[in-house]
């Protein structure tokens, strides 16, 4: 089956700096989901790629689907403490969505 | 906002129970999903729906069955429960123009004595 790469799989950072975290595949997918899970919570999706290239904001969150389509990346700016969390990335080609492992970020206030 | 819930945010059953998982979404969305999600193995699909009484199995549909019976409701059944079930459900749901955009619900954590 299709396999998701993600990392790191866990950031500790200084609340006000920024973060990166990226997924890559084998293969070859139409579309990229990044999605945010909290403890005890179903994951919630925060921004959705649909177009090589694409570059998407949500706020302070930018995420953008990798030109190869097989890799996608997403970055926080000024991170802040709510933003901890587990942050997934999805990647599909038809109706299933593989998902990576997770990056678990902690912020230090 | 897409609204999918999910009738237990906590469950405990004994072995051998027969458990029904329900969920429900209000953006009449076609597509339906079943997850769980375990530590380290992050999220396995279970079964999915595409159509009210269509159902296609996932990647570990063994032990489960589910029930589309409208479109806004996915049930997921565990027959006879067994402790390698503990864990956490997740259902998500998708519209047909954007069947890979899944909206998931806040999770059933279900443990099996």
């Known amino acids: 089956g299709q396999q998701l790469n993600q990392s790191p799989q866990s950031m500790f950072i200084q609340e006000g700096e920024d973060v990166s975290m990226n997924c890559t595949s084998s293969?070859?997918?139409?579309?990229w989901l990044w999605y945010k899970q909290e403890p005890g919570e179903g994951p919630v999706l925060l921004i959705a790629?649909?177009?090589?290239?694409e570059l998407t904001s949500n706020g302070r969150l930018t995420a953008q689907f990798g030109i190869t389509r097989k890799d996608s990346f997403l970055n926080i700016s000024a991170s802040i403490p709510s933003d901890v969390g587990i942050y997934f990335c999805?990647?599909?080609?038809?109706?299933?969505?593989?998902f990576g492992k997770g990056t678990k970020l902690s912020v230090i206030p | 906002d897409v609204k999918v819930t999910q009738s237990s945010r906590y469950l405990v059953k004994r072995t051998g129970e027969k458990v029904f998982l329900e969920c429900v979404q209000d953006?009449?969305?076609?597509?339906m999903f079943w997850y769980r999600q375990d530590p380290g193995l992050g999220l396995r699909l279970i079964y999915f729906?595409?159509?009210?009484?269509?159902?296609e199995k996932g990647d570990i549909p063994e032990g489960y069955s589910v029930s589309r019976e409208k479109k806004e409701r996915f049930s997921l059944i565990l027959e006879s429960a067994s402790t390698n079930q503990t864990s956490m459900y997740l259902c998500?749901?998708?519209?047909?123009?954007?069947?890979?955009?899944?909206?998931f619900g806040p999770g059933t954590r279900l443990t099996v004595l």
């Open positions: 999805g990647g599909a080609g038809s109706y299933q969505l593989t």
């Open positions: 729906s595409y159509d009210v009484k269509m159902k």
């Open positions: 790629l649909y177009k090589a290239g």
């Open positions: 953006m009449d969305h076609e597509n």
């Open positions: 998500a749901s998708s519209p047909r123009i954007a069947p890979d955009t899944q909206y």
């Open positions: 293969s070859i997918f139409n579309t």
